[in-house]
């Protein structure tokens, strides 16, 4: 029943190419003819700025996307409501090292999450180590009172630059809670970041459940600094490193997921659902990471309400609040729709940059995956050629559930962790025709899903 239920599919490609040809160019020309993505980013970025969780600019990019999805004349939009911690950088952070007499400055940034230094800042003997499993083979008496440098870098040599992220995340992540177990007094951590540039990359860290009295600051230096730094410990094993930061953790306040819906004209029940994280970290204004994915998300229910005749599933933009330090929105989101026993049978996020489309990856099934790579030749025109099973999104990913889709658009990746976290993350990163491809690609996925089902519930089209 399986071979012949895909063999059906295969065969109505092949019948009815020619009909979504001509739906996807349509898509793809008014995408890069008369798109509304690069504007919406325009003023998320330019006029907004950045959007960390619970802070003024996350309440006024909340406002603004749901005034924009209301023009566009969905069914329905609202705001979802959810608790979202509140951290605070406070001033600028500075930091310097000393060596031979002679005072060096560090570009350096805060964690997001981490404690305050004390008010005079915090001062020490500096040990450098390439992960925290090398940290915890040494003596106790090695680390305790110490500053420890994470210093392991992005291995470049990995084509999957999201794989060499990986691949080193878990110091910046998990650092400071393993070092303070250990009597640290801080923690230093080398950007991820594949080129050497000045720029620190903040991020997410946690403390797990180390007592307060053990929680130390924790922040992260340039890839410059960080070969500096690694270059003079090595001349000077005394080396002392000072740093002063004045962040603070507050209660958790009130934040929105926004959402916009088309309802489906045949299967008002059936969910596909398309998104992106609307906060941001603080250094730049988050146009890359997530303003990129906001606003093709937002295009794909522009896009396909402008097609003739109307979806047949629910088609809903989920504009997730609270991605970057807590994934509340991703969680929130999931906990209703379990909660109200609604049918979401496939979701795409946009997380990974507004850079040149390459395809998707995929977390599915092998019946499922056979039915995308039945339509990769629809796409191939526009040299999308990426379908692989693997990932799909952090916030819908508390959605999955048996016989579902799961996809996650794959930009080329090759300078995305040369922004990611950082200051540069800004509008004038992002070039408009391939932020512009991005949301047409997406588009392009979706309206095959609503046009044809997953494989599960696969629909045959009618030929007219």
């Known amino acids: 029943m399986r071979i012949f239920k895909i063999g059906l599919l295969l065969l109505s490609i092949t019948m009815f190419g020619q009909e979504d040809e001509k739906v996807l160019k349509k898509i793809y020309n008014t995408s890069l003819s008369d798109g509304m993505s690069y504007a919406w980013l325009d003023h998320l970025s330019n006029k907004i700025g950045s959007r960390l969780s619970g802070s003024v600019g996350a309440q006024k990019a909340v406002e603004y996307t749901q005034s924009e999805l209301v023009k566009l004349g969905l069914d329905r939009v609202w705001l979802q409501p959810v608790m979202v911690p509140k951290w605070v950088r406070g001033e600028k952070e500075t930091a310097y090292f000393e060596s031979a007499g002679k005072r060096y400055e560090l570009n350096i940034c805060a964690l997001g999450g981490s404690v305050a230094t004390p008010q005079e800042g915090l001062r020490g003997q500096v040990i450098e180590v390439q992960g925290i499993q090398e940290m915890k083979s040494l003596e106790a008496d090695q680390i305790r009172g110490k500053i420890v440098f994470f210093n392991r870098a992005m291995e470049e040599t990995l084509i999957q630059t999201f794989q060499a992220y990986g691949g080193c995340v878990d110091q910046r992540y998990a650092g400071a809670m393993e070092a303070g177990r250990l009597g640290a007094l801080g923690v230093i951590v080398r950007s991820p970041n594949l ?70 004209s045949e299967y008002p029940n059936e969910f596909i659902i398309v998104g992106g994280h609307l906060d941001s970290w603080d250094l730049g204004d988050g146009s890359h990471d997530d303003g990129a994915g906001v606003v093709q998300s937002m295009e794909v229910l522009r896009l396909l309400s402008m097609q003739e005749s109307k979806p047949k599933r629910s088609i809903r933009v989920v504009l997730f609040m609270n991605e970057e330090n807590g994934l509340r929105g991703g969680k929130k989101y999931a906990e209703e729709a379990k909660m109200n026993n609604e049918n979401h049978v496939m979701a795409l996020e946009s997380d990974a940059g507004g850079f040149t489309p390459r395809g998707f990856s995929f977390d599915c099934s092998d019946e499922e995956f056979a039915q ?70 997406m588009t392009s996925l979706i309206y095959l899903y609503d046009k044809y089902g997953t494989a599960k519930k696969m629909t045959l089209p009618v030929k007219n």
């Open 372 to 441: 995308v790579k039945s339509w990769e030749p629809l796409f191939k025109p526009y040299l999308i050629h990426y379908f692989e099973k693997g990932g799909s999104g952090a916030d819908i990913g508390p959605l999955k559930s048996e016989g579902m889709v799961l996809a996650g658009l794959r930009p080329d990746s090759q300078r995305y962790f040369d922004y990611h976290h950082a200051a540069n993350d800004t509008f004038d990163a992002v070039n408009k025709r391939e932020l512009e491809l991005g949301a047409a690609t």
């Open 195 to 264: 080129r050497l540039d000045d720029f620190p990359h903040t991020g997410s860290m946690t403390y797990g459940d180390l007592p307060v009295d053990q929680r130390i600051p924790s922040a992260a230096i340039s890839t410059n600094d960080a070969e500096m730094l690694s270059a003079y410990l090595k001349k000077d094993k005394g080396l002392q490193l000072g740093f002063h930061q004045q962040c603070i953790q507050m209660e958790d306040v009130e934040s929105y997921n926004v959402i916009g819906e088309i309802t489906g």
